[in-house]
């Protein structure tokens, strides 16, 4: 748990995965700062920032353990970001998402916070994946943004749409993993968020978003070493088999649509 004492004045938390831990976005001395971290910075009055968000948490985790957690400092705002490490997982029900995701905001919303959801970007734009893949994947994020969307109408939470963040998916806005924003992206993401906010009545300041950085290609070569390639052979174990068998179906629903439209042309 990552805990920042500004003033009592208004209190900001964070529950979620690495999206909401800043992930990508490393401080000097090795601890992580994030969109919340510029976004809690940003408030005019002074701000309590408490994240109580971890790396590889799911949503069950959120609702069932940070939810509680969080609610003890009865936060003002409180952003829940979760949904990335659901669909990364074998198993994977939008259905289960929905339920643990809406339970969490609407009490959150009950203690009177105001609560910030986040959808998911376009990995597709960034990660180099064979079109069955891509095609599994973007199945899998357009469902989790549609139970983000559905929770928005139902509760009115502040949605942010990151898509259409302009220039959102330059590679050089993101982390050497392409999977978390790094530095420039989290401020991009904490300049939204605070403009959702004003609209909101928020009094803040919008996050300067610097200089788009351009890392070193043998940084970038280690960084996969050292930290990349035991990620993806940790998750493999849970999710190739199931990628396997989706890009199986993929490809007999690839097929079946071409011959419709064969069918048709005849």
């Known amino acids: 748990?990552?805990?920042?004492q500004f003033s009592p004045y208004l209190t900001f938390a964070v529950i979620g995965d690495s999206a909401a831990f800043g992930t990508g976005d490393s401080a000097p001395d090795g601890s992580h700062r994030g969109w919340a971290y510029y976004l809690a910075n940003s408030f005019y009055d002074e701000c309590s920032y408490i994240n109580l968000s971890r790396p590889g948490a799911k949503s069950d985790e959120v609702s069932s353990t940070q939810l509680d957690r969080a609610k003890a400092f009865s936060p003002d705002i409180c952003a829940v970001v979760?949904?990335?490490?659901?669909?990364l997982r074998n198993g994977f029900s939008p259905n289960k998402l929905y339920l643990n995701l809406q339970s969490t905001c609407r009490e959150l919303m009950e203690l009177g916070s105001e609560v910030i959801m986040v959808e998911l970007h376009d990995p597709n734009e960034l990660l180099r994946l064979p079109k069955i893949m891509k095609r599994i994947?973007?199945?899998?994020?357009?469902?989790?943004n549609a139970v983000y969307r559905k929770i928005s109408d139902e509760l009115e939470v502040v949605l942010i749409k990151?898509?259409?963040?302009?220039?959102?998916?330059?590679?050089?806005?993101?982390?050497?993993?392409?999977?978390?924003?790094?530095?420039?992206?989290?401020?991009?993401l904490a300049r939204e968020v605070a403009i959702q906010l004003r609209k909101r009545g928020w009094e803040l300041s919008l996050p300067e978003t610097g200089e788009i950085q351009i890392r070193e290609r043998s940084i970038q070569i280690?960084?996969?070493i050292a930290n990349g390639l035991p990620w993806f052979l940790k998750r493999s174990v849970d999710l190739l088999p199931v990628v396997l068998f989706l890009s199986v179906i993929e490809?007999?629903?690839i097929a079946y649509e071409q011959l419709n439209y064969l069918k048709i042309r005849q």
């Open 82 to 87: 979760a949904g990335g490490n659901d669909l």
């Open 162 to 188: 990151t898509r259409e963040i302009p220039d959102v998916h330059n590679l050089r806005n993101w982390h050497i993993d392409r999977m978390h924003p790094g530095e420039r992206g989290h401020k991009l």
């Open 251 to 253: 490809f007999f629903k």
């Open 137 to 144: 994947l973007r199945k899998r994020v357009e469902s989790v």
């Open 222 to 224: 280690k960084w996969l």
């Open 1 to 4: 748990m990552s805990v920042t």
